[in-house]
T-cell receptor, first 113, second 111 residues
Framework: DGGITQSPKYLFRKEGQNVTLSCEQN?????MYWYRQDPGQGLRLIYY???????QKGDIAEGYSVSREKKESFPLTVTSAQKNPTAFYLCASSTGGGGYEQYFGPGTRLTVT | QKEVEQNSGPLSVPEGAIASLNCTYS??????FFWYRQYSGKSPELIMSIYSNGDKEDGRFTAQLNKASQYVSLLIRDSQPSDSATYLCAVIPNTGNQFYFGTGTSLTVIP
């Protein structure tokens, strides 16, 4: 089955720890995205990548880092510098960088205490 | 000014009625528009995309785009309780590749 997988579904961490969220897709999509969703708010873009070994900051990149070493994978690290890391994190992919439909993975719910 | 605005609702309609969801956007030259459905605790799923003025129909769903008035709407005919969800509008401004999402409209279909 083609799709986007994110793991784990739920993640709990102590404040001050870095944590890496996984995102893998087997749709052969070129572009991948990371969003954050907080209760009552829309999705906000953290980082996106249109090709391997290249990525751009979104609106709320501070405190996050990414890598794109393989077309299929786009992991997101939430660093200790992120002031309010507790949120629902969503990974998406699309066939191209602009004007194309994005498809979402199931999401990772991160709780930091 | 927000890029994309939606009425947060909640919007309640009886089963079998037409639900109308609206979205306005600020970038006059935006070209790409999308509607997503998000069930509570789940990720968004794409319902429809629309790129040209007018209506686009897919089953019980119709997207309507009016670029002159800068709004896009989603009509759900014969609403079912399973349509109860939050509906997100997304727009790609002409300036780049980034999606901008509205905060979503919560829809409840009452049996």
């Amino acid at each position: 089955d083609g799709g986007i997988t994110q793991s784990p579904k739920y993640l709990f961490r102590k404040e001050g720890q870095n944590v890496t969220l996984s995102c893998e897709q087997n749709l052969n999509h070129d572009a991948m995205y990371w969003y954050r969703q907080d209760p009552g708010q829309g999705l906000r873009l953290i980082y996106y990548s249109q090709i391997v070994n290249d990525f751009q900051k979104g609106d709320i990149a501070e405190g996050y880092s990414v890598s794109r070493e393989k077309k299929e994978s786009f992991p997101l690290t939430v660093t200790s510098a992120q002031k309010n890391p507790t949120a629902f994190y969503l990974c998406a992919s699309s066939t191209g960088g602009g004007g194309y439909e994005q498809y979402f993975g199931p999401g990772t719910r991160l709780t930091v205490t | 000014q927000k890029e994309v605005e939606q009425n947060s609702g909640p919007l309640s309609v009886p089963e079998g009625a037409i639900a109308s969801l609206n979205c306005t956007y600020s970038d006059r030259v935006s070209q790409s528009f999308f509607w997503y459905r998000q069930y509570s605790g789940k990720s968004p799923e794409l319902i429809m995309s629309i790129y040209s003025n007018g209506d686009k129909e897919d089953g019980r769903f119709t997207a309507q785009l009016n670029k002159a008035s800068q709004y896009v709407s989603l009509l759900i005919r014969d609403s079912q309780p399973s349509d109860s969800a939050t509906y997100l509008c997304a727009v790609i401004p002409n300036t780049g590749n980034q999606f901008y999402f509205g905060t979503g409209t919560s829809l409840t279909v009452i049996p």
